[in-house]
Every structure is written in C-alpha cells, then in structure tokens.
C-alpha cells in the first residue's frame, strides 16, 4: 500500500501564477515531509520540508502547507517560473528511522509561458 | 552543492548476467547511501539502506541475495544486480547522506545521484 500518494501525475500552470502541489499520505508515524524536485535524466533535488508539529514553512517563492487532521500536505509556488518545470516528489520521513524517506508517484509540473 | 555520481547511466545485459552499479560522493563524505528503484510513473522505492562498514539493511520483499550491496568507503556504495532477468529492468537510482548532516542530526536530506537505467534483454 502507497503511504505517500500524490494523485496528480500533471499540472500546468501559466507563468507568474501560483503552482499548488498536493500530496496526501496515509501513516501517523512521519516525523518530516520533504518536498524533492528532479530535471530530467538528474537525480531529485531537496526543495523544502516541514516538521509534522508546525503547520507551515516557507522559503522563498516555496512554501509548504500541513494539514495533520487531514493527512494532507500541499507546495506552493508563487510566482511560478519557466525554470521550475520539473517533477515534484512528496516524501515522509519515517520516525523511527532518522534516515528512511517514503517517495510519493511525482507530480509533473509544466509553467507555461 | 553536494554530488553524487552513479556509474553506468545506462546498461544493458542479458539475462542471468550480473551488472554493477557504483554511487559515489564526489565531495563529501557519506556514512548512510540508499539505493532505490523506480518503475515509469511510480514513486521511488526504497531497496536498502548501507552504512560504511557494516550489511545493508533491506526493505521488506527485497531479495538480498539478488541484489548486492557494498558500502566499502565513505564514498562508494555499489550494487550488483545477480543473475539479471527482464523483470529487475527498471531504473536503479542511489542517495547520500552527508556525514556531517548525519552528525548534526539534520532532516533527513539526501542528495541524489542521476540514477541508472538497467534494461535485460
């Protein structure tokens, strides 16, 4: 079973516009979600993460939203730019492990001009 | 920034043959590599986690004995897929985690090497 889903495999978003990916995950015992972008034939890049007892954080244009009662976090971009087409991973951190990290399917973000 | 190099980008092999797949970190040093798989639209999966010097650890339904793990340095860690068949085609990417990250009790962030795409024909 996926514990780390995000539902939309697309999205397109025209430039200056806010980019808002979802992600939702399905086990109490994460301790940090992180949000990993990745170019094509690159390995994913660490974006922004968030501890699971805060429900925001923010740097930059990216912000990350958590919503615990709903198992639901979500990335924002804003103002979304041509460079930040790429594919967005959600990912969790596993508490009991200061290391293990749970991958969502990837979302495939388009900014068109 | 952190880099992680994987050698081969691609490899192709034919089936009951071994392939290797090295992970290095180019300018830091890594106590914890992972090594993960990923399937066309689905989500990177964790195989094992191998820390300098000592056995990987596997993820449930991971065959250790198919897929070998060495961490031998702070900055290598291969994987030999053993006696491949068409089904472990898929694309094999590896992660780092800085010691000096690991020291500081840090998230959790790894850095990603541009992962290796294994087809056995």
């Known amino acids: 079973d996926q514990q780390v889903k995000q539902n939309s495999p697309s999205l397109s978003v025209q430039e200056g516009r806010i980019s808002i990916l979802n992600c939702d995950y399905t086990n109490s015992m994460f301790d940090y979600f992180l949000w990993y972008k990745k170019y094509p034939a690159e390995g994913p890049t660490f974006l922004i993460s968030?501890?699971?007892?805060?429900d925001k954080n923010e740097d930059g244009r990216f912000t990350v939203f958590l919503n615990k009662s709903a198992k639901h976090l979500s990335l924002h971009i804003v103002p979304s730019q041509p460079g930040d087409s790429a594919v967005y991973f959600c990912?969790?951190?596993?508490?009991?492990?200061?290391?293990?990290?749970?991958f969502g399917s990837g979302t495939r973000l388009s900014i068109r001009p | 920034g952190a880099v992680v190099s994987q050698h081969p980008s691609r490899v192709i092999c034919k089936s009951g043959t071994s392939v290797k797949i090295e992970c290095r970190s180019l300018?830091?040093?890594?106590?914890?590599m992972f090594w993960y798989r990923q399937f066309p639209k689905q989500s990177l999966m964790l195989m094992a986690t191998s820390n300098e010097g000592s056995k990987a650890t596997y993820e449930q339904g991971v065959e250790k004995d198919k897929f070998l793990i060495n961490h031998a340095s702070l900055t290598l860690s291969t994987l030999t897929v053993t006696s491949a068949h068409p089904e472990d085609s898929s694309f094999y990417i590896c992660s780092a985690r800085p010691r000096k990250l690991q020291l500081a009790g840090g998230v959790g962030e790894q850095y990603f090497g541009p992962g290796t795409r294994l087809t056995v024909t």
């Open positions: 990912a969790a951190r596993v508490y009991s492990s200061a290391s293990k990290i749970i």
């Open positions: 968030i501890s699971s007892i805060k």
């Open positions: 300018d830091f040093q890594a106590t914890t």
